[in-house]
């Protein structure tokens, strides 16, 4: 498919709806629900195979590694082998600023600029315009993978998908009788949260999210500076935990004044994509060190580098991540990317549909550290995040999260696309929400079977794992 314009806001509130409700002859509602293999479809080990060729080879198999541990580790790193799937399908053309890869785990509390607790997308990596359902898809199915990990029946898990499809109508619909201003303003700090949840949560669920909040409150950039430092004779610096986490030092031949160089050349050209005001609170801090760290699922063999910056003394650090950022998953069937440095790509559609992103965010193009030119975006390692924990969720809790990151991901597409036009297509009943839970259903079926898959191109040889 290519990406078709939706911009609508030369047009009357009626004729945007009118304009959503005729997507329905090009995508009817009841056939979001049906999912079936086409007969020529790619093999998707080879789809994987592929992404893997462009990453560091010595960590490709903590990849398989990861993905082999359950159908939903498999499908954290599988966004490739779905876009691949959803492409086939009709789609709405209602298009949106994407998130790319929505499961449940890129739901997260975090802090926003001004120190409060916010609930929002976290992920960002696979971001680009394309249809509004492919995101919804890829939650709905993800709560499914995640339920019958967790031995939910089929009832629960059916009854989780309908919670979170039924929250993000309902939450578009909310936004499409708002002013624009409304609708870009608007956050979910824990006050909304709780207005959001309050229907359908139990006093034990309301407990948990409060441990949940407090907790998330702690996990700062110095605890993250406590956990991954150690004291040496120059003074703090990153701690080596070999593969996983690698100083530059014991990385690369090259002198060290050479490095040096590298690096401020990586550090300038960040710098240069923060507002003026961001680049000088960054004048504050120096650079004392630098490691590879792998990350996530599927993004396990992408170079990822920490940078410990220090203020003051040893005491005021600041923690970046610099994140290698590749051509999207979707960039195939989507007509790709109007940003030339990938790592624009990815910060471009993070400030288009977060409402708030890390003050440190930006981007860059490093030549040198592995021998060619790659493009990476940078921000914060830690701040005030809270990473749920779905296999701890009863069903009724995932129920109440499901909802959250419904309400959450329809806040992000009414920033980027038309709410009204959406809400229009999605209508006031529950057929969108009736076959999006077939979806899931079908989906998560499909995933199990790549998932043996790939266990058995391990058994055999085809690919090498190692768990890590």
Known sequence: MTTRSTFTASLSPSERA???????????????????ATADRPDPLGVIERQSESRLPELVPIRYGRMLESPFRFYRGAAAIMAMDLATMPDTGLTVQLCGDAHLLNFRLMASPERHLVFDINDFDETLPGPFEWDVKRLAASLVVAGRANGFSTKEQSRIVRACVEAYRQRMREFAGMRTLDVWYAQDDTDRMQELM????????????????ARARTRTHLQAFAKLTQVTAEGRRIAPDPPLITPLRDLSAEPADEQEKELSAVFDGYAQTLSSERRHLLRYYHRVDMARKVVGVGSVGTRCWILLMVGRDDTDPLLLQAKEAQESVLAPHTGGSQYDNQGHRVVAGQRLIQTTSDIFLGWTHVVGLEGRGRDFYVRQLRDWKGIPRPETMDPALMSVFARLCGASLARAHARSGDPVAIAAYLGSGNRFDRALTEFAQAYADRNEQDFEALRAAARSGRVQARDL
């Open 18 to 36: 009118a304009y959503g409700r005729q997507a329905r002859k090009r995508a009817p509602r009841s056939s979001q629900g049906s999912f079936r």
């Open 198 to 213: 309050s229907s359908s949560m139990d006093r034990t669920a309301r407990r948990r999210t409060a441990r949940a909040t």
